[in-house]
């Protein structure tokens, strides 16, 4: 056995983070040539029968996990917001427009990310703690962001990708959950997305269109060396409308098509195994057990909801 090589009890007892982007399929990146941001709010919403769906299946195992769900999003379905918490899920916050980070000004940032946390907080009843940014899109030009997030209460983040990526990523960031430092010298809790390693490369396993479209006896091997060969926990994530096979059909190019729509009548399948094989828990309670996070979730919920600075009318997109 290696030093990196952690006892096989510890391996055995290894909890991982189970994490929800609730955004419908229009709100995607992959899709964003094609769909316009003034028709989100013509479009149907189907977030809703995926997200109870995929609460189903969740409750059929037990688990609880992390909702992180979109300001845009939280507005029209606020009684969906009410549903994941009384599921006994934490609502977390995936921002407000879903614009990538890198691509606003910190006071648009600020801004934007205030409208959803306060939203979410007026609805669920208690302090959002947790961040997740769009596509991932905290990278080394905007650390920045995690200061805004520190001022504004956030008391964890999950938007740093430590990979190679054309959109997001920061190659060689620390790979397990940890305390990132800001720009200002405060730090924050950060529980990153996850990677393994074949020969040498970097492949994220856990979760999106990785889980769909990569093999999943891949995928169980890396998620596999991560919790045993690695010894830490890893950060699984999934979007409502991967589990709709019935979504509309948008024209974009072979490579976004791909992405999108490759295996998605499959995904609950796998979901189930990947839930059968795996142990899982919110992101708040993973990094509580490891220390990173101090106070328990019940103290955090007696918090009362952050006040937001006031909003400039017409500097966020309309719906
Ligand atoms: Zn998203």
Redesign the pocket.
Known sequence: MDSNTPPACAAARQVNAFTV?V?DYF???ALSSAISRASWGSRELRVERNTERLMEILAERGVHATF?V?GWLAERAPALVRRITEAGHEVAC?GYS?QLVYKQTPGEFREETVRAKHFLEDTVGHAVLGY?A??FSVTRQSLWALDVLIDLGFRYDSSIFPIHHDLYGIPGATPEPHRVSAPSGRTLAEFPMSAANFFGLQVPVSGGGYFRILPYWLTRAGLEQINHRRGRPFAFYL?PWELDPGQPRIKVGAFSRFRHYTNLSRCEARLRRVLGEFAFTSMYECLQQRGLLAADRATMRQLPPLAPPPLLPGRLPAG
Request: proline share 0%; glycine share 0%.
């Open positions: 982007d955004e709100h995607v990146a992180f979109l995936h879903h997740r769009a596509s979007h």
